[in-house]
């Protein structure tokens, strides 16, 4: 379901996890790294073939509903002083998982409808959906053809556009391909087509088509133990913008990423899985908006017994933000999330996430560049009543704290979902 519950910078909403608190969805520089992954998961999962379909709700409390500093009023914005607001989501979906000889179909389609007890001009409706298709050729020729759509609120973290509803779409077309030429050694490629709009001007952000392709090498040991070696290469259009030679706002750029990535089991209870790479961003007029450096990210999950699971990353990645003051920041994330299976019913999860953003690339003379540090604790409760009925409850702290004062905040949510399969 869509909704503010997830607290996230808008530029993240294109395609891999990043730093908590302010953002953690999708983003330009990363969306290769999710769509297109170095080792292609391409054997259908240990899941047993379903189909049914889903009725969901949900109520989400949250205190600061605009992301605002504590001195702040919402009121010379929309009207009203109240930070807070009740937000009800209901959706209705389908679900498939369906096998058939070496093949393999999913899809997850769901619509939801988001309503606002106080503020209703953000109401809204959402179409989500993902469908997959497994693909074996033989058994040592495999793929994955998919298309995923995700519709979601623009947050209030830095779309400041308070009077309006900014509402995202974000589209994935990919279609990989992964050739067993024996001894373990697997040769990749992918092609890749993302789009991403928004119903308002998001100037920082920007509406894009971003398409090409990636190719590399993957060797898999008889532990199932993998490294591999990747190049992307892709471009992008902003679309719907003029150029603007003041702001230095592009017509397009291209792009470019080299990485390695491994997953590596070191016992019985615990494994590693790492990437680094290289992103290279040039753009098609202003070269004062270019901007490369190193990403990466490192988990380590360790599972001590069959019902308890911790996590730990640490990652670096590079995100496009187009300002006066800044063309792009780097984000610098850890995180921790121990999972406890309390019972076959009950499971609890917590995650602590605290990141730092430094925002580069001013075009303009800026006495001081922003950098922003945000925190993010989250707990959750899952329970599965029976095997057709799931309750979910969550409550979530964010704070960001920023040089820049405009754009501190904090806030606290509680929510309850319910999904029910028939």
């Known amino acids: 379901m869509t909704g503010t519950g997830s607290l996230d910078h808008p530029a993240q909403r294109r395609g891999q996890a990043a730093c908590p608190a302010a953002f953690?969805?999708?983003?330009?520089?990363?969306?290769?790294?999710?769509?297109?992954p170095?080792?292609?998961?391409?054997?259908?999962p240990d899941t047993p073939d379903t189909f049914d379909f889903v009725l969901g709700a949900r109520v989400l409390y949250d205190d600061n509903l605009f992301r605002l500093s504590d001195s702040e009023s919402p009121l010379p914005f929309v009207g009203k002083s109240q930070k807070?607001?009740?937000?009800?989501?209901?959706?209705?979906?389908?679900?498939?998982?369906?096998?058939?000889?070496?093949?393999?179909?999913?899809?997850?389609?769901?619509v939801i409808d988001n309503r606002y007890q106080t503020y209703d001009f953000l109401n809204h409706p959402a179409f989500n959906y993902r469908?997959?298709?497994l693909w074996h050729v033989t058994p040592r020729i495999s793929g994955i053809l998919l298309a995923e759509q995700k519709q979601e609120l623009n947050n209030f973290s830095d779309f400041r556009n308070f009077g309006q509803k900014s509402i995202q779409t974000n589209q994935t077309h990919l279609f990989t391909v992964d050739g067993d030429i024996g001894a373990g050694v697997?040769?990749?490629g992918g092609l890749l087509d993302v789009r991403s709009r928004n119903s308002e001007d998001f100037e920082a952000v920007g509406d894009y088509s971003q398409s090409g392709a990636e190719f590399g090498v993957k060797y898999v040991s008889r532990a199932q133990n993998w490294i591999s070696l990747m190049q992307r290469e892709t471009t992008g259009e902003y679309r719907g913008r003029t150029l603007d030679p003041v702001a230095q706002l592009d017509s397009g750029f291209d792009e470019g990423m080299t990485e390695a990535a491994l997953g590596w089991r070191l016992g019985g209870k615990s494994e590693i899985e790492a990437r680094l790479g290289y992103v290279d961003r040039k753009h098609d007029n202003f070269l004062r908006r270019d901007y490369s450096g190193t990403v990466g990210r490192l988990l380590y999950r360790w599972k001590p017994t069959g019902k308890l699971q911790l996590e730990t990353s640490l990652s670096r990645n590079?995100?496009?933000?187009?300002e006066d003051a800044n063309s792009y920041f780097v984000a610098d994330t850890l995180s921790i999330s121990p999972i406890w299976k309390y019972s076959p019913k009950t499971t609890l999860r917590l995650r602590y996430s605290y990141g730092n953003l430094d925002y580069r690339g001013a075009i303009v003379p800026t006495a001081e560049l922003r950098e922003d540090r945000a925190q993010s604790l989250q707990f959750a409760v899952d329970w599965k009543a029976t095997r057709k009925l799931t309750v979910t409850g969550t409550l979530q702290h964010i704070r960001r704290d920023s040089n820049l004062g405009d754009y501190d905040y904090a806030?606290?949510?509680a929510g309850v979902n319910v999904q029910f399969l028939f």
């Open 186 to 188: 697997h040769l990749l």
């Open 318 to 322: 590079l995100f496009s933000f187009q």
């Open 84 to 110: 807070s607001d009740l937000i009800y989501a209901t959706s209705a979906g389908i679900k498939i998982d369906k096998p058939y000889s070496q093949q393999r179909f999913q899809l997850d389609a769901s």
């Open 38 to 44: 170095a080792a292609y998961a391409t054997e259908p």
């Open 131 to 133: 469908g997959a298709w």
């Open 24 to 36: 953690s969805r999708k983003s330009l520089v990363a969306a290769l790294a999710l769509a297109l």
């Open 411 to 413: 806030s606290n949510s």
